[in-house]
Antibody, heavy 117, light 107 residues
Framework: EVQLVESGGGLVQPGGSLKLSCVAS????????MNWVRQAPGKTMEWIGD????????NYAPSVKNRFTISRDNAKSILYLQMSNMRSDYTATYYC??????????WGQGVMVTVSS | DIQMTQSPASLSASLGETVTIECRAS??????LAWYQQKPGKSPQLLIY???SLHTGVPSRFSGSGSGTQYSLKINSLQSEDVASYFC?????????FGSGTKLEIK
């Protein structure tokens, strides 16, 4: 069974940093593009970025480029999202998502991040 | 960026009815479109990919159609468990973008 379990969320002050993790199981992690998607309260989804299976290439949404970094550890089947210089509008539930090549076929349960002083 | 315009924002229908949700892309996305269902308090789940292909395990009352810039999701014979929000997403080009969502309720 495919499982994606995010952790590392919480309260962070504006301008602060936070690193999220996503532990993957039930599939061959190193074979898949992986993504981060967020959803602010009551809002639609916003794609943050993705990372190639071997970790050699990443793509980001313009709104987070130069603030967020996606990385992965294929030996441990873990996906990361390093967030820096955070703003209040980054308050959202952050999802780790597997990309099948035909859409996003598995989503984690999500982790809440609140940016507030 | 490709903008995805989704309508309606909310929808109320009776059990057994057929409902349709639309998504319009700001440019041709060559069927690089997915539909997701998100039940209250849950993570989204993939329903349709490549505009008209049913994801594994999804009931056949869900169907997708369209091409170019215009796409739709149809739910036949509405069931109580279909109460959810529905989102379209284009994955044809970066940055991937989502529609604004449709909240479906039962009358």
């Amino acid at each position: 069974e495919v499982q994606l379990v995010e952790s590392g969320g919480g309260l962070v002050q504006p301008g602060g940093s936070l690193k999220l993790s996503c532990v993957a199981s039930g599939f061959t992690f190193r074979d898949y593009w992986m993504n981060w998607v967020r959803q602010a309260p009551g809002k639609t989804m916003e794609w943050i970025g993705d990372i190639k299976p071997d970790g050699s290439n990443t793509n980001y949404a313009p709104s987070v480029k130069n603030r967020f970094t996606i990385s992965r550890d294929n030996a441990k089947s873990i996906l990361y999202l390093q967030m820096s210089n955070m703003r209040s509008d980054y308050t959202a539930t952050y999802y780790c998502v597997r990309e099948s090549g035909d859409g996003f076929d598995y989503w984690g349960q999500g982790v809440m991040v609140t940016v507030s002083s | 960026d490709i903008q995805m315009t989704q309508s309606p924002a909310s929808l109320s229908a009776s059990l057994g009815e057929t409902v349709t949700i639309e998504c319009r892309a700001s440019e041709d996305i060559y069927n690089g479109l997915a539909w997701y269902q998100q039940k209250p308090g849950k993570s989204p789940q993939l329903l349709i990919y490549n505009a008209n292909s049913l994801h594994t395990g999804v009931p056949s009352r869900f169907s997708g159609s369209g091409s170019g810039t215009q796409y739709s999701l149809k739910i036949n014979s509405l069931q109580s468990e279909d109460v959810a929000s529905y989102f379209c997403q284009q994955y044809y080009d970066y940055p991937f973008t989502f529609g604004s969502g449709t909240k479906l309720e039962i009358k």
